[in-house]
């Protein structure tokens, strides 16, 4: 039987599941990812995006540009699907660090910044808790604020919690200087304008006041940098302290500044169906338009609404006309209104930039 070169030797595959044989005399190759079951595998993405490389979209490109190996195959293709725990993931000849997603919850003291790297060496929240795996914090804290932060490795779990769009809730307990009015209480409510947009406070309420201080509750569903400390210095009220005592369902309890602990199964559960039940609501809610042809009316007839300008119809008042028809009884009751004249098609709104 003649030796095996080298090149024909099979490349080794960490899978349990085993190539079928070739056939005698045939050189061997190792099958393509895509051949590979699906069955409990992940879209190869999604866990560049868990293992904290960035989000969906930047570990996308990674992809893309051949800087992803599999079993020591390059990989370009999106949506191919591997099992982190039986196969070799490396970036840029990189091993992919352990799958396991941990999450913690922090109280983070004053004077620790939450970037993960900072030029000056001052301490990090990802210094505050401990693992080998690539941690970051979700959201932000300033430097001089304190309280509740989560540092994890699941940037599914981070992008549900810092994104806008699903409106997660956090909790703030802001002392400043001065004691605010209601009518300051009510402008935060209704929104200060930043430079990015307008920030405004979901709730908003006057805890405890002293002489030259008050402490304020706040509720926002959004981050913006120093959002709070911005708001607050625009209506004349300089924050000595701020404390971030809640995200959604989960609070901070009795964790002392610095103490941190892992978050259990179930409180990651309920973070994340907090984020979802935002965003489900309003994928829920029926556009508003009138009925089609054939259902009922608020009045309880069918058809189809009045024109623009029609007045409101009393019930037993009878089908209405249109100007020029026939109507036998418009003699005992006043002629409906004329309509409004309605927009010849293609003309621009009042609202659009008219052309020079």
């Avoid at 599941?17 to 895509?34: H, L």
């Amino acid at each position: 039987m003649p030796s095996q070169s080298p090149s024909d030797k099979p490349s080794r595959i960490t899978s349990r599941r085993r190539p079928a044989p070739a056939r005698p005399g045939a050189p061997r190759s190792v099958p393509s990812i895509r051949e590979l079951s699906d069955d409990g595998r992940e879209r190869l993405q999604k866990v560049l995006a868990a293992a904290g490389l960035g989000s969906r979209r930047n570990c996308e490109e990674l992809i893309t540009t051949g800087r992803v190996e599999v079993d020591r195959q390059v990989v370009t293709e999106l949506g191919t699907r591997v099992d982190p725990r039986r196969q070799e993931i490396r970036v840029d000849g990189e091993r992919l660090p352990d799958p396991k997603r941990v999450v913690f919850m922090l109280n983070k003291p004053v004077g620790v910044v939450t970037t993960n790297y900072d030029p000056s060496g001052r301490p990090r929240v990802v210094d505050l808790v401990p693992g080998e795996q690539r941690l970051f914090a979700i959201g932000r804290l300033d430097r001089m604020s304190e309280g509740l932060i989560l540092v994890t490795n699941d940037g599914e779990l981070a992008n549900l919690l810092a994104h806008p769009r699903y409106g997660v809730e956090k909790k703030y307990l802001v002392q400043v200087a001065g004691v605010p009015t209601p009518e300051t209480l009510d402008r935060l409510r209704r929104g200060i304008q930043l430079a990015e947009g307008t920030a405004r406070a979901q709730h908003v309420n006057l805890k405890s006041q002293h002489k030259q201080s008050a402490v304020l509750e706040m509720v926002l569903d959004e981050g913006k940098n120093r959002e709070i400390r911005r708001m607050l210095a625009q209506l004349g009220h300089k924050v000595h302290q701020l404390k971030r005592v809640a995200v959604g369902p989960l609070s901070l309890g009795g964790l002392l500044p610095g103490q941190h602990r892992p978050l259990t199964w179930t409180e990651i559960d309920a973070l994340r169906r907090d984020a979802l039940a935002h965003v489900g609501d309003v994928a829920q809610r029926p556009a508003a338009r009138g009925p089609r042809s054939g259902q009922r009316r608020p009045d309880g007839r069918r058809g189809r609404f009045g024109r623009q300008g029609d007045g409101p119809r009393s019930p037993g008042a009878g089908p209405r006309q249109r100007p020029g028809g026939r109507d036998e009884d418009r003699g005992s009751r006043p002629p409906p209104p004329a309509p409004r004249p309605r927009k010849r098609p293609g003309k621009a709104s009042a609202w659009r930039k008219q052309r020079g």
